[in-house]
């Protein structure tokens, strides 16, 4: 098979759809990599390194979409990159499709074969390839919070973690999955005063076995958000409803009614965001204020730590670039059910139910869209 990874270019994104190490282990398997010239720049990577690992470097990407039978990306295709699909052509990277209707909308033209990241699961449950990316947005998320609360950047002058004789911030994370277990990680390492609003019982006993003392967990309810967002100095939104638009647990009333100079990181964009007053931005111009509320709603927060955020996804997207690569679409994702629950798109069908549900596209099972 010809894989292309072509460089990305959603603004500030320098992460990689496949290391040289990876590059290497798919030439291994008899395979042919396409790779963008300077694509591996933002991780260190240069084209000789590449080339050596055994990769066809090539200048321009309509050459990587014309030549490739599967592209791998970090990030969902620009609108650019989605004219250059074809029917049968497979993409794998994220897409976080149920807030984004004109993405979706070019996939279903395109008639392409669109794996999402995002969705694919995993033996044990959750979400294998999502997870290292949330890992690194939850940790990022206080750094990011920290910076926001100084003053120059129009937060409150607040230190996190406090000096003796003063008291530390409050940082109120709602939900307490992946995201929000590695921010209260970086939070309760600062020394910050960390609640963590959470609905799942056994969540909540997992939380307090991992922090004791150091995080109180909440059941989260309409009244403890209310509660908890009002008294908090920093809220990191971390809710996740795999493949669907975040819920907007946080509304325009509770932002007024915040501190003034609090932040909000709502790590929940990539997927709508969880405050109403939420709306994506960039490393480029990360912050807006909305009621004296300073928001920082990047949308590809990993982005910002390229390097260790491209080899923590490589890590776990290989074998299944591999096996694609090795079997094609249709065995790789007949072989293997959690990588079909990555299928989102295909010849021009919607097939993830949470995409279709909240776009208005009719649903159509994954096995009868490929057997189509």
């Known amino acids: 098979m010809l894989i292309g990874v072509p460089k990305e270019i959603k603004n500030q994104e320098f992460r990689v759809g496949l290391t040289p190490t990876s590059v290497r282990e798919v030439c291994h398997h008899g ?19 590449y080339a050596a690992a055994g990769a066809e470097i090539v200048v321009d990407a309509s050459e990587i979409f014309a030549r490739s039978d599967m592209i791998v ?12 699909l074809r029917p049968g ?45 949330s890992q690194v947005a939850g940790r990022m998320s206080i750094q990011a919070g920290a910076h926001c609360l100084e003053k120059r950047q129009g937060g409150m002058g607040l230190l996190l973690g406090g000096v003796p004789g003063v008291a530390p911030a409050r940082v109120v994370i709602i939900g307490g999955g992946m995201v929000g277990q590695h921010a209260a990680v970086m939070a309760t390492g600062a020394g910050a005063d960390v609640v963590i609003l959470e609905k799942s019982a056994e969540t909540m006993q ?33 809710v996740l409803i795999p493949g669907a638009a975040a819920p907007k647990l946080i509304n325009r009333e509770m932002i007024s009614g915040m501190k003034t100079g609090s932040v909000l990181v709502d790590v929940a964009i990539d997927q709508g965001g969880c405050a109403e007053t939420s709306h994506a931005t960039t490393h480029a111009d990360p912050t807006y204020i909305v009621d004296g509320v300073v928001h920082y709603c990047v949308a590809n927060m990993p982005g910002g730590v390229a390097r260790t955020s491209t080899f923590a996804l490589n890590n776990v997207t290989l074998p299944f670039v591999v096996a694609l690569a090795d079997k094609g679409h249709r065995q790789a994702l007949a072989d293997d059910p959690h990588l079909l629950a990555g299928l989102n798109v295909a010849g021009g069908k919607v097939t993830y139910e949470a995409v279709a549900t909240a776009l208005g596209y009719d649903y159509v099972e994954p096995d009868r869209a490929l057997a189509a």
């Open 31 to 49: 395979h042919k990599v396409l790779v963008q010239a300077t694509a591996g720049e933002g991780i260190g990577a240069s084209d000789a390194v």
């Open 73 to 84: 990306k970090v990030k969902e295709p620009q609108a650019v990159e989605r004219k250059m």
């Open 206 to 238: 997992a939380l307090d076995a991992r922090f004791g003392a150091r995080v109180k967990t909440l059941f989260s309810s309409r009244g403890s958000v209310e509660d908890e967002v009002a008294a908090a100095d920093l809220v990191v939104g971390a």
């Open 89 to 133: 052509q497979v993409l794998f990277t994220y897409l976080h499709l149920a807030p984004d209707p004109e993405q979706t909308r070019d996939l279903v033209a395109s008639g392409a074969i669109c794996i999402a990241y995002e969705t694919v699961t995993g033996p044990r449950g959750g979400l294998p390839l999502l997870a290292p990316m």
